[in-house]
């Protein structure tokens, strides 16, 4: 076992992201460790954001890696495999888990996870990536300003276990990991494309302040979306360049 070969518990942590990254600072820790906590004070998500959870409600952690066999410009590779360890997860337990673009584990239109990827890039190679993941188990109220936030016990009505969720969704993370480094990566790009949200649905976006209908069809291992626009036009997309509407 990679991920999840070693354990560190903090009761309350700023960021599982930033603690990781300062135990990697200080010496080369062993692949595959995992930083989590009950409570974070300052969570981080995408973009800036912050993600929000009650406390011992969720599982919040990062994973320390060392993935150099992936070229920085495939380092979306690791998201994808990512996303799909989570789905693997979420599958055992309930219906309906996708992954919407480019960061975050939907449940029909309701977001369930989100991740955050810090990668340490040297040259032509990853020396490190910390992999920090906020994932809903118990977790029923949200603040009003994540309307569409649902859990596992808000989907099922069922009360789980926190630390034995961890100990399953690390090991559906740990197959998904050793897939990306024995080179099955377009059997992993393949499935993460066919478990994309509103994947090959007609859905209105927005770039660059204007409004287009198009629909999702790929998503490059670079990370770039592939829309078709209603005219016909095939159109890439990195991150921040488009934001879905409806």
Not at 73 to 85: A, R
Not at 197 to 204: I, Q, S, T
Request: hydrophobic fraction near 35%; charge should be neutral; charged fraction near 25%.
């Amino acid at each position: 076992m990679i991920i999840g070969s070693k354990l560190l518990f903090y009761e309350d942590l700023p960021s599982t992201n930033t603690q990781a990254s300062r135990l990697l600072k200080e010496k080369v820790q062993q692949e595959g460790t995992v930083v989590y906590t009950d409570f974070q004070t300052a969570g981080r998500g995408q973009t800036g954001n912050k993600w929000e959870s009650g406390k011992g409600k969720n599982l919040l952690f990062s994973i320390m890696l060392y993935p150099d066999t992936i070229l920085p410009e495939d380092q979306f590779m690791i998201s994808m495999s990512v996303s799909l360890g989570i789905c693997d997860f979420l599958d055992s337990h309930l219906e309906g888990a996708t992954i919407k673009w480019p960061n975050d584990n939907y449940v029909k239109n309701d977001k369930i996870a989100g991740i955050l990827i810090e990668n340490s890039i040297m040259g032509d190679k990853i020396e490190s990536c910390v992999t920090g993941i906020g994932l809903n188990i118990n977790q029923v109220t949200f603040p009003t300003e994540i309307p569409n936030a649902v859990s596992l016990k808000k989907v099922t009505g069922k009360e789980y276990t926190p630390d034995q969720c961890l100990n399953e969704v690390l090991s559906r993370l740990d197959f998904r990991y050793r897939q990306l480094l024995y080179d099955d990566r377009a059997m992993i790009r393949s499935e993460y494309v066919s478990r994309l949200y509103r994947l090959n649905e007609w859905h209105l976006f927005r770039r660059k302040g204007s409004i287009f209908s198009g629909r999702i069809t790929d998503v490059l291992s670079s990370g770039k979306l592939i829309i078709e626009e209603n005219t016909g036009k095939m159109s890439e997309f990195g991150f921040r360049e488009i934001e879905y509407v409806r």
